[in-house]
């Protein structure tokens, strides 16, 4: 199954599939009242992704279909039948939401892990496909044809959900890529002052984390270098307004705190004290 997830992230034909897709989540968010409203669906408010709280509902509420139909088989009870098709119609619900969540994050990666999303997406809209059948067979009475079309969703459901697992756990898409486990607790020396004149930034190694240092609007920052989205380098980033903006997906973060300005990011930036002391930059955790 793990090769099989790496297989599909090398298939280059999925560039081209999923470009009009692309374009279209594009489309969907402009200006930046468009920003705002994709940040909300990445999850910044809620300070983690958003798409896989959301993507429970579904799961859960068609596992519980199961249930319900096999415990209508046995006892052939109507009240189980009416239990599988109101748990059918919650996942339905709940998988538009997780849907347009998920759509928001997938356009803000790259290469393998966005094939696999594709992929992904693709799987799940086949499983929502045959459980809205199932809901419309199911309008008067359950028949044999409804659980065949919710049992078969349900198992392609789970195909999806592994690739989903895939992205979390193999490519890390969601998880937080700047913690500072290792930033020194003392003021450690970093890099000359002189070679960072106003409006410059630099990459440098202090103890055994990776900062990016600069000068910006007169005053000193110190930023983990990894981006917290995807582990971007913001030391190749446009230092604007007040902020640093990730050169791989855009998140943006004020450069004295840290603190998230725009996603895909959901989480803030570790920030670090810096001092100029001796003619060199000084960096601490703060």
């Not at 992929?119 to 309008?139: C, D, P, Y």
Request: proline share 5%; glycine share 12%; hydrophobic share 40%.
């Amino acid at each position: 199954m793990s090769e099989l997830a790496q297989a599909i992230g090398s298939q280059e034909w999925l560039d081209h599939v999923a470009k009009p897709v692309e374009k279209a989540v594009e489309r969907a968010f402009p200006g930046d009242s468009g920003r705002n409203v994709k940040d909300a669906l990445h999850g910044r408010w809620l300070g983690h992704p958003l798409h896989p709280v959301l993507t429970d509902i579904p799961i859960g509420a068609w596992m519980m279909a199961q249930v319900f139909d096999a415990l209508g088989a046995a006892r052939r009870t109507r009240a189980y039948d009416e239990a599988a098709r109101v748990c059918i119609t919650t996942g339905l619900v709940g998988a538009v939401g997780a849907a347009v969540t998920g759509l928001a994050d997938w356009s803000d990666t790259g290469r393998d892990s966005r094939r696999i999303g594709f992929v992904h997406g693709m799987i799940n809209i086949a499983a929502t496909s045959l459980f809205l059948t199932s809901a419309l067979l199911r309008r008067r009475r359950k028949s044999p044809n409804a659980v065949a079309a919710s049992s078969t969703g349900f198992a392609v459901a789970m195909a999806g959900a592994y690739l989903g697992g895939a992205l979390v756990y193999q490519r890390q898409i969601g998880p937080h890529h700047a913690l500072e486990w290792n930033a020194p607790g003392e003021f450690t020396r970093a890099v000359p002052a002189s070679e960072l004149p106003e409006g410059t930034r630099k990459k440098v190694r202090v103890g055994d984390v990776d900062i990016v240092v600069g000068r910006h609007q007169g005053r000193l920052f110190a930023l983990a270098e990894r981006c917290a989205h995807q582990g971007g380098p913001l030391s190749e980033g446009e230092l604007k307004d007040g902020a640093i903006v990730c050169p791989w997906h855009g998140s943006t973060f004020c450069v004295e705190s840290g603190k998230l300005v725009h996603g895909p990011s959901v989480y803030d930036q570790p920030c670090y004290d810096v001092r100029e002391s001796g003619g060199f930059l000084e960096v601490r955790r703060r």
